[in-house]
């Protein structure tokens, strides 16, 4: 019976260690689930709110389990995007707004510039227009001094990348101008130190009128996603040039006979007016 005794005591003695050390267990499994899941789905929960009320400048950085850590990072990208697509539609809407307001091609196409540098998030941008004599006229320029190459002419055909585009006529993306064989670069390639570029004709009513570039000191900066984005802008610069220049030319021939060249009565009329004040 003592013996007995003895083992049943044994054996509670066990089964209460037994006992407590499941209950350490499943507390240490509460901790660990706690730091390791529910407090990191929490700071997803809190990150979610934050993003879908427009705040998307923060990168998502959230430690766990690694499906947590993948669901982290696949939020960051989904920010990202989001960050860049709603940065490039207000860049867009900016230069909407800049064009509507625009009497002179100076400055429709520096908005332009402008805003390809920041949606494109490159180094240098630069617009280049065909002249009445057919010729490539760099017109404007953003990263770059523009007094130093602005009214610069550019070689046809395959001796730069603009004279490429045109010829082409269809966008030029180039990863490494190290590498480069379909055309030749021109010395501001190297002068500047650029590495990558995108090039897009501008296009207004079916005729090409010039070409936009956008470029870059990083190989491989631009991606596939940029070429919509440069031609977007590329076009609605070209329309907004072209209803400049038929504005220009609509004033001219209210004043001008459009054979000869020489002053009309209404433009007499006008001066004569100015005259007398």
């Known amino acids: 019976e003592i013996a007995s005794n003895r083992n ?125 004599e057919n010729r490539l006229i760099l017109r404007a320029a953003w990263g770059i001094s523009t007094k130093r190459i602005k009214g610069i002419e550019l070689e046809r055909g395959k001796k730069s990348q603009t004279g490429y585009t045109i010829l082409q006529g269809e966008p030029i993306l180039v990863q490494d101008y190290s590498k480069l064989t379909e055309f030749s670069a021109p010395p501001l390639i190297s002068k500047y130190k650029i590495a990558s570029g995108l090039s897009v004709p501008m296009l207004s009513r079916g005729k090409i009128i010039g070409a936009m570039l956008a470029h870059s000191k990083t190989r491989h900066h631009f991606k596939q996603d940029a070429i919509s984005k440069l031609s977007l802008i590329a076009n609605q610069t070209a329309l907004t040039v072209d209803k400049i220049r038929l504005l220009a030319e609509t004033r001219q021939f209210a004043f001008t006979d459009e054979l000869t060249g020489l002053y009309n009565r209404r433009h007499f009329i006008k001066l004569a007016e100015r005259e007398v004040d």
Do not use: W
Request: hydrophobic letters at 45%; a neutral charge; glycine letters at 4%.
């Open 8 to 132: 049943i005591a044994q054996l509670q003695t066990i089964q209460l260690g037994f006992l407590a050390a499941t209950v350490l267990v499943l507390g240490a499994l509460i901790v660990i689930t706690n730091r390791r899941i529910l407090r990191p789905i929490q700071s997803l929960g809190e990150i979610a709110t934050r993003i879908g009320k427009g705040y998307l400048k923060t990168p998502v950085t959230v430690a766990g389990l690694e499906e947590i850590s993948l669901l982290a990072r696949n939020m960051d990208e989904m920010r990202e995007k989001l960050r860049t697509a709603s940065q490039t539609q207000a860049e867009l809407v900016a230069l909407s707004q800049c064009h509507l307001k625009a009497t002179e091609e100076e400055k429709a196409i520096e908005c332009a510039v402008r805003t390809a540098a920041r949606v494109l998030e490159a180094d240098y941008s630069a617009i280049v227009l065909l002249d009445s």
